[in-house]
């Protein structure tokens, strides 16, 4: 083998070499990119996903906070209007209770009311109240019980309210009673069985 030859058996096997060595470098370095790579991309994954999770967690409760704003300016709305409803309906009454004060039935009511009382109270002195505008009333009322009757100081719309001191007992057959107890209790029941 001649020099020449030698030269570039050498040349040859050296470039070969350097070659490899380059492609080894080369793989190492692709590998190790390609690991940051993959790496990375999970980490982007698994960000996005804990995002998407926050963010559909977030829109769930601001949806629910909407529905429960809108279920209470609904209840609010809906209260207000049975409040309304409620009146009216409780002023009407006052009317018909106007009215029924006018009939024969309510004088007839008056000393069903004063004879109770008076049944009630046995031998204990009993004292029985009239509303300030049944006072016309008064004789034919007393005629009728043979109770003795005072006219009240306070209005309470009609009725009789009888006291019997003795026995710390009120018997309280007032309308103002009756209907405030009615008003109180008075309920809308909603189609859905809710009040």
Known sequence: MTLEEKIAHLQTSSMEQARAEGNAIIDAHKEALEKVFEDHRAEA????????????TNARLSLNQAAAKSQLEIKRRQGKVQQELKDKIFEEVMGLVDDYMKTAAYGDFLVKCIRQAVDFAGQDPVTIYINPSDEAKRPDLENATGAHLTVSAEDFIGGVRAVIRSRNILIDNSFRTQLRNEYDRFIFSGGDGNA
Do not use: D, G, P
């Open 45 to 56: 994954l698994r960000q996005s996903e804990t995002r998407i999770k926050a963010e559909t």
